[in-house]
């Protein structure tokens, strides 16, 4: 079974704090992606990534950023935490293109206050 | 761009009935992938159906089938004998064919009763 595990399941954390959010996948996926699930909005993309190293801003990268240093792990970084990040964030991967399934993580629930 | 548009927040449904969800999309690619996603109350996202629109045989598995109408760009899933394990929030979600994204729509709360 394809696992993708994200590291934190709740986090707390104070505006203003520098916080990392860590994903794992062990099926050899080249794409990663970081969404944000908001009631009544669905998931929006963040960031993905298609290769190590190589990033793509998704429909909402304000305010985050990212890091694939190897093909298995891709972290999602808030540089300055704010309220209004509060959100349940889902890592998922996948292989390439056509249609090819996408699987998720767990969610990790970010409070930050 | 793509949207996805999921119009009922919420349904209700007993058990061993029928429930079907809508969704509807907008595009302008002619080959393309859509979803449907099951999030139970565990929070892990799972797929529940995949359509290839270029494929007019509307998919099934096990007790859920989808309706896909490409002309109205339409995608419901019918979910049959409705059990208390299906109670979740269902996604329903756009790929390109040539990409490796998916646009989700906003969700649809789905509550099956005893």
């Known amino acids: 079974d394809v696992k993708v595990t994200q590291s934190s399941r709740y986090l707390v954390k104070r505006t203003g704090e520098k916080v990392f959010l860590e994903c794992v996948q062990d099926m050899d996926h080249e794409n990663m992606f970081w969404y944000r699930q908001d009631p009544g909005l669905g998931l929006r993309l963040i960031y993905f990534?298609?290769?190590?190293?190589?990033?793509e801003k998704g429909d909402i990268p304000e305010g985050y950023s990212v890091s694939r240093e190897k093909k298995e792990r891709f972290s999602l970084i808030l540089e300055s935490a704010s309220t209004n990040q509060t959100s349940m964030y889902l890592c998922?991967?996948?292989?390439?293109?056509?249609?090819?399934?996408?699987?998720f993580g767990e969610g990790s629930w970010l409070t930050v206050v | 761009a793509q949207t996805v548009t999921q119009s009922q927040p919420e349904m209700s449904v007993q058990e061993a009935e029928t429930v079907t969800l809508s969704c509807t999309y907008d595009t302008s690619e002619n080959n393309y992938y859509l979803f449907w996603y099951k999030q139970p109350p565990s929070r892990q996202m799972i797929l529940v159906i995949r359509?290839?629109?270029?494929?007019?045989q509307n998919a099934t598995e096990n007790r859920f089938s989808v309706n896909f109408q490409k002309a109205a760009k339409s995608f419901s899933l019918k979910i049959s004998d409705s059990q208390l394990g299906d109670t979740a929030m269902y996604f329903c979600?756009?790929?390109?064919?040539?990409?490796?994204?998916?646009?989700f729509g906003g969700g649809t709360r789905v509550l099956v009763k005893p």
């Open positions: 998922a991967s996948g292989r390439g293109a056509y249609g090819n399934t996408i699987y």
């Open positions: 979600a756009f790929m390109k064919a040539a990409g490796n994204k998916l646009t």
């Open positions: 359509q290839e629109a270029y494929k007019q």
């Open positions: 990534s298609y290769d190590v190293k190589m990033k």
